[in-house]
């Protein structure tokens, strides 16, 4: 018999199955605040800082592992037009217990009405994370450079500079990006400014956020579809 879930031809992978084990482990506090936090979250990327889930019971890989199935269970009830029982009905063909498909039935009843909402913002994540890498990670350190009368290499003959005579001291701002591209592939870039270039760097960034600020005051009137 052919799944719905997993659309057209689809089947589970085995890490969907890991984390709807995880899910199906949960007691009933854990589901509270997982519903709890679909229904009142503004964003559904992993949040397991916040303070709801650092108050909970749940280890922030549990709340990670059941958020994803979660969001793929509604991202396809959504896509796929299927009716809760379908959804279920696959379950079963995974053979999970009767018993916790029927009580995870009524979770997904409950977080019904968020589930437009949960796959419009997959469909934001792919789109903004198509064609380049998307930036990941920022991190920045001063440096605080000494400057000699001479470097180490090559080395010199016949001149009266010397290598060890200290001159005075550069600042030095060390910065490395990390970007992932749609496939999973990470990429760093590190490179280095000194103050000029910094002061540079941050007028370039100011002048961005200025043509955005237009860009989103000049196409909010663009009509788009509600749920």
Excluded at 58 to 82: C, R, T
């Amino acid at each position: 018999m052919e799944f719905k879930l997993f659309g057209p031809g689809g089947s589970p992978g085995s890490h969907f199955q890991k984390d709807l084990k995880v899910l199906l482990d949960l007691d009933d506090e854990a589901w509270q605040v997982l519903a709890n936090w679909f229904l009142t979250t503004t964003d559904f990327d992993h949040e397991p800082d916040s303070p709801v889930i650092a108050a909970s019971t749940l280890l922030p890989e549990q709340f990670s592992q059941s958020a994803d199935v979660l969001k793929y269970i509604l991202e396809s009830w959504h896509m796929y037009g299927l009716q809760l029982q379908e959804i279920q009905r696959d379950l079963l063909l995974l053979n999970c217990p009767r018993d916790r498909i029927e009580r995870l039935g009524l979770l997904l009843e409950r977080l019904r009405a968020v589930r437009e909402r949960v796959y419009r913002d997959h469909m934001r994540f792919e789109y903004e994370n198509a064609v380049l890498p998307t930036l990941e990670d920022i991190d920045v350190v001063c440096d605080l450079r000494p400057v000699f009368e001479d470097t180490v290499f090559p080395i010199p003959e016949g001149i009266p500079v010397r290598h060890t005579k200290l001159l005075g001291f550069s600042y030095v701002v060390l910065m490395e990006l990390s970007t992932e591209d749609s496939g999973g592939r990470s990429r760093r870039l590190g490179f280095q400014m000194n103050e000029a270039q910094l002061v540079d760097f941050q007028a370039a960034l100011q002048r961005a956020r200025e043509q955005l600020d237009i860009l989103k005051a000049s196409t909010r009137a663009i009509p788009t579809e509600k749920p």
